[in-house]
């Protein structure tokens, strides 16, 4: 059985507890790495500009307290390997649907795929629970 590291603890720490919950869960069947989870205004306007987001700041899922997303890729890290971000989000849908958790994922969206990303589904409706993170 896998375990999360220190950052990738860190970084769970900040999201909501229904994702922390599931990738909980996750690390014990796909071994993964919790690369990131709220982002202020000076980080989310960083990936932004690196082409890394679509959003400014205020407009992700990442830009909660909890956190209403969070950034999951498999380990070891192979940013080619989309087959090992297929199987890993094979699992976390799989044990989202078993747990009841509403789940987006960006390795289903049509036009800009983010295989890294989980959110809470529908995200905006998550975020009205949650505070602007300031960073």
């Known amino acids: 059985m896998s375990k999360f590291g220190a950052s990738s603890k860190r970084h769970l720490a900040g999201a909501h507890p229904l994702l922390q919950q599931l ?27 690196l082409g890394n987001s679509k959003a400014h700041f205020g407009k992700s899922a990442h830009n909660w307290s909890p956190s209403v997303a969070l950034d999951v890729v498999p380990y070891p890290l192979d940013w080619e390997d989309t087959a090992a ?12 649907k078993a747990l009841g958790i509403p789940l987006g ?7 800009f795929k983010d295989y890294p ?9 998550w975020a009205k629970k949650s505070k602007l993170f300031t960073g």
């Open 23 to 49: 990738f909980n869960e996750v690390i014990k069947d796909i071994d993964c790495t919790v690369l990131d989870s709220q982002r202020g205004r000076a980080d989310q306007e960083k990936v932004f500009r």
């Open 85 to 96: 971000f297929r199987r890993l989000g094979k699992v976390v849908k799989a044990k989202a």
């Open 105 to 111: 994922w960006g390795g289903d969206w049509k036009t």
């Open 117 to 125: 990303h989980y959110e809470l589904s529908p995200w905006r409706k």
